[in-house]
């Protein structure tokens, strides 16, 4: 898209702990697409406000869920994202039925992944000279993505929870157990096979 800026969210000068974080039971994500007053690995710095106009217009709904920035890999749908004091909050799910969305759900899980990042469109900045860096006032809002390498400190994942893990693992508990009892009632019964006789 024509003058689409990609920000990344990652790892710069301070490091804030903000985090995303993944349900057991049914994929749901939440964390921090970014925080205000960090600058990026380009200098940009996210002021307070800037995602305000651009929340209204849009809302969660029509902003995408990617991976890599690749309009043609959505993995999930936003169901929040809302500004506090400090940065971008989100919160979502990763659609299980989708093949790419349960790929990095494991990457999550190893640690292959970790990054969360923005793509945006800028519609009001400045420049601050002293500190040489821009200073992001207002900006459009069209996806925030998973990636490998974000920008911005804190704005990563911290943890990652198998979606499901506790169901399947109560299942085989269950199954476990059933086993043990046909197991056991199989050693105690009385009844002898029977020789099948031809007539």
């Known amino acids: 898209m024509k003058n689409l800026a990609i920000k990344r969210a990652e790892p710069r000068h301070r490091r804030e702990r903000a985090s995303v974080r993944v349900s057991e039971t049914d994929g749901r994500v939440e964390g921090y697409a970014s925080l205000f007053g960090v600058p990026d690995y380009g200098g940009d710095v996210v002021m307070p406000g800037a995602f305000a106009a651009s929340l209204r217009r849009r809302g969660p709904c029509e902003v995408r869920f990617l991976f890599q920035h690749d309009p043609a890999q959505p993995i999930g749908v936003w169901d929040e994202i809302r500004e506090d004091k400090r940065g971008l909050y989100v919160r979502g799910r990763l659609i299980g039925g989708v093949m790419r969305a349960r790929e990095v759900a494991a990457m999550l899980r190893a640690g292959a992944l970790d990054g969360l990042s923005i793509g945006f469109r800028t519609v009001r900045a400045d420049r601050d000279p002293r500190l040489r860096t821009r200073r992001l006032h207002e900006i459009d809002l069209w ?56 007539a």
Do not use: N, Y
């Open 143 to 198: 996806e925030i993505s998973v990636v490998t390498f974000p920008m911005l400190p804190g704005a990563k994942v911290s943890r990652i929870e198998q979606a499901g893990a506790t169901a399947l693992a109560g299942v085989a508990r269950r199954l476990q157990t059933m086993s043990s009892g046909l197991r056991q009632a199989s050693r105690h019964s009385s009844c002898q096979p029977t020789q099948m006789r031809r």
